[in-house]
């Protein structure tokens, strides 16, 4: 009897509590009074005292207890302030993420994250030029990449200051992200790029990465170019004609670059990577020079980087008039782009010999994909920060 008098009693506590709380959340000028004060006493947060997180929430009870008023001020004011709270918080959560993405390397995180970022401040140089470098460590990002870095490179132009690299160095990965880009697409285009990035005093200068884009670059175009006009040009029995010799001479030197550009990716590559691109190198090399060796490949590369870079080739319209001989002559000495050792037949080149398949004549083999070269600067997925 004692127990059912205990759970009646009980029951007409919680029968009597319910109007209670529910009077406590209702909309009427006490309680207005009461939430407004609390916001307003909180939502400046200039003192340890006021929080902001309290003024959120007295402000989200009033807005959630009292209907819409266009005539209530109070209502409104708190709106904005809501808002923007939330707003800040989206965004803080994003750099939040964003910083996580780039500390650990995570790159679709960082793309993702990152240009939430900025939503709220578009002109942000650091991170348009984290995005715009983030596509040289993770292909599938590359397109979007070089639009952070086309943007980037705006800002820093228009002098907003960049922090995560140093000036030139964030201008090189910026320029090598966007010339990469145009690898497949306009290989011409991106040599002219690579051969900027590659000559600014960088830390890219010392990266295997850009030599091995630059000689992807001279494949797909250039050589491509030479090397279908070249096979266009032949007599119908495939034997030479004046206009076939003057192409193979435009094409060779071509080569001669193709083969600089392989050097310095094996000069500057770790040595768990060095032997798989020094025997694209040999390769490449032999085909070009008649009398090559190992040893003269060891030399090239040992010698390449003292060099500077060499330009594009300017076209030649003709060949120089040759000197009478009696028998085939074989010259060795420096190549017409001042690049490098370049043997010659007695037509004056070395005929491409083979296809790819693809339209480039590489005399057997490919020195890399029009599309790819290396995945990354340095040796590493993301390009050091200084």
Not at 1 to 22: D, E, N, Q, R, S
Not at 86 to 114: F, S, T
Not at 218 to 240: F, I, V
């Amino acid at each position: 009897m004692k127990l059912i008098k205990l759970l009646a009693l009980a029951a007409t506590i919680v029968v009597f509590a319910i109007p209670v709380i529910a009077q406590a959340d209702q909309c009427n000028d006490e309680n207005k009074a009461a939430w407004y004060k609390t916001f307003f006493d909180n939502y400046k947060g200039e003192t340890p005292a006021q929080n902001q997180k309290v003024a959120y929430d007295a402000a989200k009870k009033y807005l959630g207890a009292c209907p819409e008023d266009p005539a209530d001020k109070q209502a409104a004011f708190m709106k904005r302030f809501v808002d923007k709270f939330d707003k800040n918080k989206v965004l803080g959560d994003a750099a939040k993420a964003c910083d996580e993405a780039v500390k650990n390397k995570k790159y679709a995180d960082e793309m993702k994250y990152c240009k939430d970022v900025l939503t709220n401040d578009p002109d942000n140089a650091d991170i348009n030029t984290l995005l715009g470098v983030v596509g040289l460590a993770e292909a599938t990002l590359l397109n979007d990449s070089a639009n952070y870095a086309r943007k980037a490179i705006q800002l820093i132009d228009s002098g907003k200051p960049v922090k995560v690299y140093t000036h030139d160095q964030a201008l090189a990965y910026l320029n090598w992200t966007i010339a990469k880009s145009k690898l497949a697409s306009a290989p011409a285009d991106a040599l002219i790029d690579l051969l900027k990035v590659a000559k600014l005093e960088t830390e890219v200068k010392k990266s295997p990465g850009i030599y091995l884009d630059l000689a992807a670059a001279y494949e797909a175009g250039p050589r491509a170019k030479y090397s279908n006009e070249y096979t266009a040009s032949l007599n119908p029995d495939k034997t030479e004609t004046a206009q076939s010799k003057v192409i193979l001479e435009n094409l060779n030197r071509v080569i001669d670059n193709q083969i600089d550009a392989m050097a310095r990716a094996a000069a500057t590559a770790p040595p768990e990577g060095k032997a798989g691109i020094i025997a694209e190198l040999s390769k490449l090399y032999k085909y070009r020079n008649k009398d090559a060796t190992d040893a003269k490949v060891t030399e090239l590369v040992a010698s390449v980087l003292s060099k500077p870079i060499p330009d594009v080739p300017t076209p030649v319209t003709s060949l120089p008039a040759a000197t009478p001989a009696s028998t085939p002559a074989t010259t060795t000495g420096t190549s017409a782009n001042g690049n490098g050792t370049s043997t010659t037949t007695a037509n004056g080149a070395a005929k491409p010999a083979g296809s790819t398949g693809n339209g480039n004549t590489t005399g057997g083999n490919k020195t890399g994909g029009a599309a790819s070269g290396s995945t990354a600067p340095n040796g590493s997925k993301r390009p050091h920060k200084n």
